[in-house]
C-alpha cells in the first residue's frame, strides 16, 4: 500500500511537470516552466500527506470557516467599492487582500475550533467519529501544578487533545502572582508543565475560551464543561473526582493511576526494608518504599536505621493508598546493617512526609 501511495504520487508530479511543459505559464521557457510544475506538484503532495493526519472535526470546522470567511469577504468589498471612489487603482488590491485575509482567518480559527464540534448530533452521520468523542482531556489547576501529568504523558500512555480552560489558566496566573513564595513557586511550576507539555509532538494542547459566568466555583464549572462536551477530567483533587462522578463526569485521577501501579506483593512473600522510625503500637518499626507505601514491621522497633528482611503478613488498600504490614524474626531474616547517607536519609523522609 505504502509503495503504491509513492508510486501515485510520484506519478501526479511528473504529470503537472509535463503540464507545466506543455502549457507555458506567464511566458516561462520549458525549463522554468518544468521547475514551476515541479514545485507546484511538490507543495501539492505534502500539503495532501499533511491533511491525512488531520481529524474530520478539524477538515470540517476548516471548511465551515473558510466559507464564512468568504462570505464575510464578499460582503466587505461590497462597502469598498461604495467607500473607495469609482476608478481607483486601490480597489482590486484592496479585495484580494480583504479575500486572502478573511479566508486565511476562517481557515485557521475554524480548524482550532472544529475537534469542539459535536458529530454525534449529526445523527449518526459521521458515525465513523464516534469513537474519538472522548479524545480531549479537560486538565484541572491541581494536576497541572502536581506535574506528574507531564511524566505520564512523556512515557506515550497519555495521548489527543489536552484541554486547557481560560478560567483554570487565570487561577494559575493569580497563583503565579501571589505574594505568598510557596505559592508563587507552584504558580510558575504549573506553567512550566503546560511549557513542557506543549513540545510533546505526540499531544495537542489547546486554550479553551469557553466560561460559565453564572458559576463561581472552579470545580463546577469544570464538571460543567465535561457535560457540555461529554469529555473527560484529569485531576488529582480527591473531592472534584466524587463530585464529577455524582454529575455523570468521567475522570481520570493521577492519584488513583499513581496507586494502581504500586508494586504487588502477597502474604508470605519477602522482602527488603529500611526502618525509619517506631510505630503506633508496641514494638512496632516503620519503613517507606520508593514510591512511599508505608510498611509496618512487628517486632521491628529495636531495628531503627537499619535494612532488614520481612515477611508480607498482610496488605491494606485505603483511600489515601496503600499500606503493608509484615513480621520480623531475628531466628529467620537477615538485619542488613547498612548505614545510610545524609541523602538517602532525606530521600526517605521526604517520602515519609508525602505519604502523611
Sequence with gaps: MFNDLLFIRAAFILIVIGAACFLQPFGLSQPWAAGLGLVTGLAIVLFEARLKQVSLKRLIGAAIGSVLGILGAFLMTQVIERAVPAGSSNIPFLQVLVLLVMTYVGLVVGASKGEMLNLAALGGLFGGEKSAKHSFKILDTSVIIDGRIADVAETGFLDGILVIPQFVLREL??????????????????????????????LSVQILEEDFPNIRD??????????????KIVTNDFNLNKVANLHGVEVLNINELANSLKPVVLPGEMMK????????????????????????VDNARRMISKTIEITVTSVLQTTAGKMIFGRFDEKVHQVLD????????????HRERAAQ
Design 173 to 202: 496566573q493569580l497563583v503565579a502572582d501571589s505574594a505568598d513564595s510557596m505559592k508563587r513557586n507552584r504558580g510558575r511550576r504549573g506553567l512550566d508543565i503546560l511549557q513542557r507539555l506543549q513540545k510533546m509532538p505526540q
Design 273 to 296: 526494608v529500611f526502618i525509619l522510625k517506631e510505630g503506633k503500637e508496641y514494638n512496632q518499626g516503620v519503613a517507606y518504599l520508593d514510591d512511599g507505601t508505608m510498611v509496618v
Design 338 to 349: 547498612k548505614p545510610q547517607s545524609g541523602r538517602e536519609r532525606h530521600d526517605r523522609q
Design 218 to 231: 472552579v470545580d463546577m464549572k469544570l464538571i460543567e464543561l465535561g457535560k457540555l462536551y461529554d469529555c
